[in-house]
T-cell receptor, first 115, second 122 residues
Framework: AQSVTQLDSQVPVFEEAPVELRCNYS??????LFWYVQYPNQGLQLLLK??????LVKGINGFEAEFNKSQTSFHLRKPSVHISDTAEYFC?????????????FGTGTRLQVTL | GAVVSQHPSRVICKSGTSVKIECRSL??????MFWYRQFPKQSLMLMATSNEGSKATYEQGVEKDKFLINHASLTLSTLTVTSAHPEDSSFYIC??????????????????FGPGTRLTVL
């Protein structure tokens, strides 16, 4: 079965500390991988994506993620977070089946940055 | 980057009425748009895929007659919630594919998301 799992529903962290948000997927086909951020009452903003090539992907706002095919993971990291990073983060997967570019989203992780 | 707008941003209506939500691609032509629903503190659930000039493709469990989708032009898709009830209250988000943003092979085209519409049915 094809699925996306974000095990951590909430991640509290102090400002300037590092953070990792976990994402795992299950798929029998190739995938494209994405991380989106959502601020309250707003749409989604793309942080970064993995399509092919280097497994370490750098995105906006200092975030990066690493694709690990053997562990079917795509964890999001930031070495030093800011208060403004407080938001909901969604991992998304496009299962490459030749049809329309449908995205399947994880359940989201609430990143709460405090002083 | 490509911009997608939604109107209205927030709507409150009485139970039994119909509500129309618009999704527009402002600086590109989108042959494909998607409609998602997001309940509080939950993830986005795909409702339907909207293709310009043809009928929408609905996900399993989504009522076609309740959520009417029209993609009449390359820059506009509309979602009409008919005979809305309180359980339809949700955050509705659209996205549009910019065919000019391909990368990683022909199967990838970036989706750009609208800001969402908060529907409250009293």
């Amino acid at each position: 079965a094809q699925s996306v799992t974000q095990l951590d529903s909430q991640v509290p962290v102090f400002e300037e500390a590092p953070v990792e948000l976990r994402c795992n997927y299950s798929s029998s086909v190739s995938v494209y991988l994405f991380w989106y951020v959502q601020y309250p009452n707003q749409g989604l903003q793309l942080l970064l994506k993995y399509l092919s090539g280097s497994t370490l992907v750098k995105g906006i706002n200092g975030f990066e993620a690493e694709f690990n095919k053997s562990q079917t993971s795509f964890h999001l990291r930031k070495p030093s977070v800011h208060i403004s990073d407080t938001a909901e983060y969604f991992c998304a997967v496009q299962f490459i089946t030749g049809t329309a570019s449908k995205l399947t989203f994880g359940t989201g992780t609430r990143l709460q940055v405090t002083l | 980057g490509a911009v997608v707008s939604q109107h209205p941003s927030r709507v409150i209506c009485k139970s039994g009425t119909s509500v129309k939500i618009e999704c527009r691609s402002l600086d590109f032509q989108a042959t494909t748009m998607f409609w998602y629903r997001q309940f509080p503190k939950q993830s986005l659930m795909l409702m339907a895929t909207s293709n310009e000039g043809s009928k929408a493709t609905y996900e399993q469990g989504v009522e076609k007659d309740k959520f009417l989708i029209n993609h009449a032009s390359l820059t506009l898709s509309t979602l009409t919630v008919t005979s809305a009830h309180p359980e339809d209250s949700s955050f509705y988000i659209c996205s549009a594919i910019d065919p000019g943003s391909s990368g990683g092979g022909s199967s990838y085209n970036e989706q750009f998301f609208g800001p969402g519409t908060r529907l409250t049915v009293l």
